[in-house]
C-alpha cells in the first residue's frame, strides 16, 4: 500500500477544521421546513421563529456536533489502543451495546427515576463492550478477531434491542427499533444535551489526555511501557474514555455508525499518521462529518425524516468496502 | 560502584521456572553480550531489567537504588529498553518516531522545547539515519528500521540500554553497523545490554558475556572463558571450531554435540 | 448433458414447479359477504376493529376467540368487555383451539395463514375495514348479517345517527355564538412527530366537531410527520395529543417527541387535549366519543377566547 502523507500542522488543520464546522454549522441553522424570519429569530428569541432558531434548530445540531465529536474521537483513540484501522466503534459493537443500555433503561422506566440513568445505562454498555473486544483480542488486536468479534456482537445486541422493544409495554417501543440501530438526532432538545454533554466532557477529557501514551504505543506495548507509560493503568483510561462519551451519545442519538471509522482514516495522512494529533482532528472531524449528515436529512424531502444513520451508512459503507480492498492482502 | 546491581532473580511463568537465582553486575562503560540457547531465559532476565517483568524473587538495583521504587517517568529517563523486532505500527516519518524517545522527558501538558529538539537532532547524527529523517518508517529496510529505532532510544539520553536481539536478521553490514553504535554508547560513559545468538558478534564487540542457561546464571567473563569448547558443548550442544588469530577469538560452530 | 449437470437440472425443475404450484393458489378476498349461511356460534377475530364490533353486537357466549389487543385499554375502546375472551395473537394456532366455525380477518392480515385456515376447512371471511362514518355505517349493517345480529346493528347505527345529529345541533349553536366566522386550527401530534392528515377518520372527527385540520390543510396525505417547526409556524388553536395520557410502561423516544420544550410551551398557551389512541384507531361509535370530546374541547376554545377578545377589548378601553 502507498503511503501518502500530507501532514500540516495542527495550527493549520485544527483552526481550518473548526472554521468549516462553523461555516456549516450556520448552513444548517438556516436549513429546515420553514422559511425563517432571521430578524425576528435573531432579535427576539421568544418569538416563533426564535423559538425555532434557538429551541428546534440549534439544540438539534449542538447534539449533532457533541454526538460527532465523541465518535470521530472514539474511534480515533481505538484504532490507536487497538493499533488497527478498522477498529471504529461501531464495528467492534461499542454502539449498539451502548444503545442496548439505553433502550434498557429507557423501556424500563429506570429513565423516568433520574436524568442520569439514561447516559449511564449507555456507558455502562459501551463500557461492558469495550471490555470484552479489548479481552479477545488481548495483546496482539488481530484484525479478523476483532471484525468477527464486533460481527458477533453487533448480530447478538441488535436481537437483545429488538427483544428488549418486545417486552416493552409502550406500543410504539417496537418501530423504535429503527431509532435505536440507524441513529438520529431529530427533534433533540437541550433537556438531552444537558443530561448527556458532562459524560461526553469527561470522556472526551480522558481520550484526550491520553494522546502520548497512544503514541508511544504505536511502537508497541512493551516500549510504551519502557517509555515510562503504565499501559495498564492507560489502556483502561481510554476505555474508560470510550464509555464515557460513546455510551452518553447513543443514549440521546441511536447508533450512528461508520463515522468513528470513516473519519479518522481521512485525517490520519493530514496529522502524519500520529495518534496524538488524530484525537483533536478526529473530533472536529466526526463533528462536521455528523453536522453535514444531518444537513441532508434535513433537506432532503420525504414523508417521513430519513434517519442520519442511513446517510453516515450511504457514506462508510462504501468507504469501508475500498477499504477492505485495498488492505485485503494483509486480512488474509 | 555498580551502575545495576541484579541479585538472586527467579521468574516462573506458567509453573515454569524461567529464572531461578540469577545474579548480575554492571559497570559504567560496560557493554554486556547476554548469550544462552533458545529458552534460557535471556528476554525474560533483559525485561526483569527493563522492569517490564515483575521477578517473583530478588531485586535490581539501579545505582543502589531499587527500581521498583523508582518513579516510572525517572526510570524511563534511565533505561531504555530496544523491543525484539522494534515494531512500529502506523506509517509514522522517522523523525517523529525519534522523537518518541523523549516521551520521558515530557508530562502530558508539556510540548518538546529546543533541549528536546536538539537531543532528537544528536541522535538522528549519532545513529547515521538523519538522511532518513523524512522517509515513512514502515517503508525502511530491516537494518535502516533499527537505526532508526536506536536512535530513538538515543534520543531518550538514557545511561543503559537494554537491546533484546537487536541484530537479528539484519545483513551481516548492518549486524556490524548496530553492534558499534552500542558500543560507542558505552564508551561514551553508558551501558549497554544486548541479548545476541551470534556468538562471534557477540565475543567481538563486548566486553563481557553473560551464558545464560535453564534460567541459570552459567558463566560470566570475557569472550575466551565464556565460549570455550566445554560451555559450547554442554550449553548449546554443539562442537565447535576456535579461532585464534591476532588477539581475535572466534568460534565456529560446527556439528551437533548429541 | 453430463451428470454433472443433474444438480442444475433438480434445481431449474423445483424452481418451476414451485411457479406452477404458487399460481394455482387459492384465490382470496372473497369480499362478499355471504347471508344464506346459518347464524355463526363460534366467532373467532383476526383484527382490532372487528373485535371491538363484535364486542358490541354480538353475544359474549357466541365469540371464541380476539386478538391481544382487544383487551388492552391503550388499544382497545372495549377492553372492559373483552376481558377473559381467549386471545388467538392473530395467529392460525391461537385460532384452532376454539374451532370456530367463522373467522373474520381484516384485509391486513397474513394472507398465507387465511389460505391454511380455509385449506384446514373454516369459514374465513375477509372484510375491509371502514376509513370514515359513512363507510361505516354500512359496513356495521353488513357486519350485523355476517355475524348473525342484523338487528343489533342496526339499532347501533341508529344510535350513532342519533348521537352525531346531536353533535352537529351543538356545533352549530356553539358556532352560531362566536363573533367571527373563524374555524379554529386545530393540530394533532402523535409520538414519532406524526399526524393524521387527508383521508383519515381523525380529519372527520375534527370537522364534525368544528375544527380545520392542520396536516389536512399542509397537504399531508394519510399518516405522516409534521416537522415541529411547521407545526409551531403554523400557530394552531388547539393541540390535540394522539397518545396515552402517560407513556405507559416506561418511556419511549416516539413519546419524547411530545415533550420538547418548544411543543410544551405552544401547549401552555393554546389548549391542549389528549385523544387516546383507542378512540382513533377504528371507525364507529368510538368515532362518536371522540367527536363529542372535541366538541367539548370546541365549546372551552370558544369560551376562552371570548374571554381573551373581551379582556384586550377592557385594555384598550380608556
Given at each position: 500500500m502507498k503511503i501518502k502523507i500530507h501532514a500540516i500542522s495542527d495550527l493549520q488543520l485544527l483552526p481550518s477544521l473548526a472554521a468549516l464546522l462553523c461555516a456549516v454549522l450556520i448552513f444548517a441553522l438556516t436549513q429546515g421546513p420553514v422559511a425563517l424570519d432571521w430578524h425576528a429569530a435573531l432579535t427576539t428569541p421568544d418569538s416563533l421563529h426564535g423559538v425555532i432558531l434557538w429551541q428546534v434548530r440549534l439544540p438539534r445540531e449542538l447534539l449533532a456536533i457533541a454526538v460527532g465529536a465523541t465518535l470521530g474521537l472514539a474511534g480515533a483513540a481505538l484504532q490507536g489502543l487497538l493499533r488497527n484501522p478498522l477498529a471504529g466503534p461501531d464495528l467492534v459493537g461499542v454502539t449498539s451495546c451502548a444503545a442496548l443500555g439505553a433502550v434498557l433503561t429507557l423501556y424500563s422506566g429506570?429513565?423516568?427515576?433520574?436524568?442520569?440513568s439514561l447516559p449511564l445505562g449507555g456507558l455502562i454498555g459501551a463500557g461492558f463492550a469495550v471490555a470484552i473486544i479489548f479481552l479477545l483480542s488481548g495483546q496482539r488486536a488481530g484484525v479478523l478477531t476483532l471484525i468477527l468479534a464486533g460481527m458477533a456482537i453487533n448480530a447478538m445486541v441488535s436481537s437483545l434491542i429488538a427483544l428488549a422493544l418486545n417486552f416493552s409495554k409502550n406500543p410504539f417501543a417496537m418501530s423504535e427499533i429503527v431509532y435505536w440501530l440507524l441513529g438520529s438526532v431529530a427533534n433533540r432538545s437541550y433537556n438531552d444535551l444537558s443530561v448527556t454533554l458532562p459524560f461526553m466532557l469527561a470522556g472526551w477529557l480522558l481520550l484526550l489526555s491520553s494522546g502520548r501514551f497512544l503514541d508511544a504505543l504505536s511502537l508497541g506495548e512493551e516500549t510504551a511501557q519502557s517509555l515510562g507509560f503504565d499501559v495498564n493503568a492507560l489502556r483502561w483510561r481510554v476505555v474508560l474514555g470510550v464509555a464515557l462519551s460513546v455510551g452518553a451519545a447513543v443514549s440521546v442519538s441511536g447508533n450512528i455508525g461508520f463515522v468513528g471509522l470513516v473519519v479518522p482514516h481521512l485525517l490520519r495522512p493530514w496529522v502524519g499518521y500520529e495518534p496524538r494529533r488524530l484525537l483533536a482532528a478526529s473530533a472536529l472531524g466526526g463533528a462536521l462529518l455528523l453536522l453535514i449528515a444531518d444537513v441532508v436529512v434535513i433537506s432532503v424531502p420525504a414523508l417521513r425524516e430519513i434517519k442520519i444513520g442511513v446517510i453516515t451508512a450511504l457514506i462508510g459503507g462504501p468507504f469501508f468496502l475500498h477499504l477492505i480492498y485495498k488492505n485485503r492482502n494483509a486480512f488474509s | 560502584m555498580n551502575l545495576l546491581q541484579a541479585a538472586d532473580i527467579a521468574v516462573t511463568l506458567d509453573e515454569r521456572?524461567?529464572?531461578?537465582g540469577v545474579d548480575l553486575q554492571l559497570r559504567r562503560g560496560e557493554c554486556v553480550g547476554l548469550i544462552g540457547p533458545n529458552g534460557a531465559g535471556k528476554t525474560t532476565l533483559l525485561r526483569v531489567l527493563a522492569r517490564l517483568q515483575k521477578p517473583e524473587n530478588g531485586s535490581v538495583t539501579l545505582d543502589a537504588v531499587n527500581i521498583a521504587a523508582l518513579p516510572a517517568a525517572n526510570f524511563a529517563r534511565r533505561v531504555a529498553y530496544l523491543e525484539q523486532?522494534?515494531?512500529?505500527?502506523w506509517p509514522l516519518r522517522v523523525d517523529t518516531v525519534v522523537a518518541l524517545g523523549r516521551l520521558p522527558h515530557l508530562s502530558w501538558w508539556q510540548r518538546p522545547e529546543a533541549a528536546d529538539q536538539a537531543a532528537i537532532e544528536r541522535a538522528l547524527q549519532l545513529a547515521e539515519v538523519d538522511y532518513l529523517r523524512e522517509r515513512i518508517v514502515t517503508t525502511l529496510s530491516g537494518g535502516e528500521r533499527l537505526r532508526v529505532m536506536l536512535a530513538r532510544v538515543f534520543a531518550a539520553e538514557p545511561e543503559l540500554i537494554l537491546a533484546d536481539e537487536p541484530v537479528a536478521a539484519l545483513d551481516p553490514y548492518h549486524q556490524l553497523h548496530v553492534m558499534e553504535l552500542l558500543r560507542e554508547h558505552a564508551r561514551r560513559g553508558g551501558a549497554v545490554i544486548a541479548v545476541l545468538h551470534d556468538l562471534n558478534l557477540a565475543a567481538r564487540f563486548c566486553d563481557r558475556l553473560l551464558l545464560l542457561a535453564g534460567g541459570r546464571m552459567i558463566c560470566a567473563g570475557n569472550a575466551r572463558t565464556v565460549l570455550d569448547a566445554a560451555h559450547l558443548r554442554e550449553v548449546y550442544g554443539v562442537e565447535a571450531r576456535v579461532l585464534e588469530a591476532g588477539g581475535e577469538y572466534a568460534v565456529v560452530p560446527w556439528r551437533r554435540a548429541r | 448433458m453430463s451428470r454433472r449437470n443433474s444438480p442444475l437440472r433438480v434445481a431449474f425443475v423445483l424452481v418451476l414447479s414451485a411457479i406452477v404450484l404458487s399460481s394455482r393458489a387459492l384465490p382470496l378476498?372473497?369480499?362478499?359477504?355471504?347471508?344464506?349461511?346459518?347464524?355463526?356460534q363460534r366467532i373467532a377475530s383476526l383484527n382490532l376493529c372487528t373485535d371491538q364490533l363484535l364486542l358490541m353486537l354480538v353475544p359474549r357466549e357466541r365469540i371464541v376467540s380476539l386478538t391481544d389487543w382487544a383487551a388492552r385499554p391503550e388499544s382497545s375502546y372495549m377492553a372492559a368487555a373483552a376481558v377473559g375472551i381467549p386471545v388467538n395473537y392473530a395467529l392460525a394456532e391461537g385460532v384452532l383451539p376454539q374451532q370456530p366455525d367463522l373467522v373474520i380477518a381484516g384485509e391486513y392480515n397474513d394472507t398465507a395463514m387465511l389460505h391454511l385456515l380455509r385449506r384446514l376447512g373454516y369459514r374465513v371471511e375477509v372484510v375491509q375495514v371502514p376509513r370514515d362514518l359513512a363507510a361505516a355505517r354500512d359496513f356495521i349493517l353488513r357486519f350485523g348479517v355476517l355475524v348473525g345480529a342484523a338487528e343489533n346493528a342496526r339499532a347501533l347505527v341508529e344510535k350513532m345517527d342519533r348521537e352525531l345529529a346531536d353533535l352537529a345541533l351543538q356545533v352549530r349553536a356553539i358556532e352560531s355564538h362566536s363573533l367571527s366566522t373563524h374555524k379554529p386550527l386545530a393540530a394533532v401530534y402523535a409520538p414519532n412527530g406524526m399526524t393524521p392528515g387527508r383521508h383519515t377518520v381523525m380529519t372527520e372527527i375534527l370537522s364534525r366537531a368544528g375544527f380545520r385540520n392542520l396536516a389536512a390543510e399542509l397537504g399531508i396525505d394519510g399518516y405522516g410527520q409534521l416537522a415541529l417547526e411547521r407545526l409551531l409556524v403554523a400557530q394552531p388553536d388547539v393541540l390535540i395529543y394522539e397518545a396515552t395520557a402517560d407513556a405507559a410502561g416506561g418511556g419511549s423516544i416516539a413519546h419524547s417527541y411530545l415533550q420538547h420544550p418548544a411543543l410544551q410551551a405552544l401547549s401552555r398557551r393554546a389548549p391542549s387535549v389528549t385523544l387516546p389512541p383507542p378512540l382513533s384507531e377504528c371507525v364507529g361509535p368510538m368515532t362518536v366519543a371522540a367527536i363529542a370530546r372535541l366538541v367539548d374541547t370546541r365549546r372551552q376554545w370558544q369560551k376562552s377566547s371570548q374571554h381573551a377578545a373581551a379582556n384586550n377589548v377592557d385594555v384598550t378601553a380608556p
Open positions: 429506570l429513565a423516568a427515576i433520574s436524568w442520569v | 521456572k524461567i529464572l531461578d523486532g522494534a515494531p512500529a505500527h | 378476498h372473497a369480499d362478499k359477504i355471504d347471508t344464506d349461511k346459518v347464524v355463526p
